[in-house]
């Protein structure tokens, strides 16, 4: 029977985190297969662990301290997961997400291929099922859509990410150093920087809404140090955290180059509209 590990991490979203759940354990899985979820709860108040527990009594829920995010929760819930047992595959799922039924069977048929040295990606649509809404992306182009063929990619969203334990022993965990964004883009960089193949599932594999407003740190709405300290935030665009990725992708003076751009950007948003 081989083993899939499925990560999660949660704050706040009880009733998301529900219908997620309930999405995974509706799924259909190939025979000789089964999975074991482990879910960070990071702190949340809204009753959640309570609901999950009660809901769901086989998954592994791992509490937080309030401050993990996203990053930091899935890698708390991963780092948990490897200390208890070996598995062959780990299942990145956010709990916003809801899998449709099939999403187990198209990702676990490619494993089969090429040794299964390859991370799988699956695609998020809005509820409305026409607009793409998470995905892979290609360096330098726009984010790629689901076409009915494996699609590669040099990085992706981690909404749905399905890592082999054959690559996960090549590339480690998530980088620590990440708070809530970015963390998924790195891996999926430091993927293809290895030769290890990340490829976009052929049709989108769930749903997962986004709302496209302009983040605090552009909105002329707030004063500049409102913008610069939403900037520095977890759920802003963390200058420190762009300096790592681009000085990993792309050498330092890019990096320098950015850190200093994303301030302006910050400071005279106007500029970019």
Not at 181 to 205: C, E, H, Q, W
Request: overall charge positive; some cysteine; aromatic content about 14%.
């Amino acid at each position: 029977m081989k083993t899939i590990c499925v990560l999660m991490t949660c704050h706040n979203r009880r009733q998301k985190t529900i219908n997620c759940l309930r999405s995974l354990y509706g799924c259909k899985l190939p025979p000789g297969y089964q999975f074991e979820v482990f879910l960070v709860d990071d702190a949340s108040i809204d009753g959640t662990s309570e609901a999950v527990k009660n809901d769901f009594p086989k998954v592994n829920v791992i509490p937080g301290n309030g401050k993990l995010f996203w990053n930091r929760g899935m890698l708390l819930a991963w780092e948990t997961a490897t200390r208890l047992k070996y598995f062959d595959f780990y299942l990145w799922l956010n709990d916003d997400t809801i899998l449709f039924y099939y999403a187990f069977n198209i990702l676990l048929q490619k494993t089969q291929t090429k040794d299964g040295k390859q991370i799988l990606v699956g695609a998020t649509c809005s509820s409305n099922l026409n607009d793409v809404t998470y995905s892979g992306f290609q360096f330098y182009k726009t984010k790629l859509i689901p076409n009915g063929e494996w699609q590669n990619c040099d990085y992706f969203n981690g909404n749905i990410v399905l890592i082999p334990a054959i690559v996960f022993k090549k590339i480690g965990f998530l980088d620590s150093r990440f708070t809530h964004t970015l963390g998924d883009f790195d891996y999926g960089m430091r993927a293809t920087k290895m030769g290890i193949l990340n490829l976009l599932s052929p049709l989108v594999l769930g749903i997962c809404e986004t709302t496209p407003t302009v983040p605090k740190w552009r909105n002329t709405d707030y004063t500049v140090l409102e913008r610069i300290h939403h900037l520095y935030s977890p759920l802003g665009n963390n200058p420190n955290d762009f300096f790592i990725i681009d000085s990993r992708q792309y050498g330092y003076i890019k990096a320098i180059i950015h850190y200093f751009t994303i301030h302006i950007r910050a400071i005279f948003p106007s500029l970019w509209k």
